[in-house]
């Protein structure tokens, strides 16, 4: 059973930068796609970042310029690199494994706990 953990939330302010960082055990990490989700409160959990097998990566149009994602297979962990802050960021962060059918990321169905990102103006 894949088991993901979410770590490197806090609160900073705008303009800051903050990097995430996923353990991702139980799986065959090298063959996987990844992705970063946020949740703001109130509100289903929106797509942030995805990163496939061969390295290629999406973004949501809000975090674009700002947000990267990338991966060390090595280690089995799953990085989201966060510059220039806003407090519309605020959310709580989490990161999945996943497929692709065609363009389209599915996450599996096992979510870490999460990090809570706060950013104050």
């Known amino acids: 059973q894949v088991q993901l953990a979410e770590s490197g939330g806090g609160l900073v302010q705008a303009g800051e930068s903050l990097n995430l960082t996923c353990g991702v055990s139980g799986s065959i990490f090298a063959s996987i796609a990844a992705g970063w989700y946020r949740q703001f409160p109130g509100k289903p959990r929106e797509l942030v970042a995805t990163?496939?097998?061969?390295?290629?990566?999406t973004y949501a149009d809000s975090v674009k310029g700002r947000f990267t994602i990338s991966r060390n297979n090595a280690d089995n962990m799953v990085y989201l690199q966060m510059k220039s802050l806003k407090p519309e960021d605020t959310a709580v962060y989490y990161c999945t494994s996943g497929t692709f059918v065609g363009t389209n990321y599915y996450p599996n169905s096992h979510w870490g706990q999460g990090t809570q990102v706060t950013v104050s103006s």
């Open positions: 990163l496939n097998r061969l390295g290629g990566t």
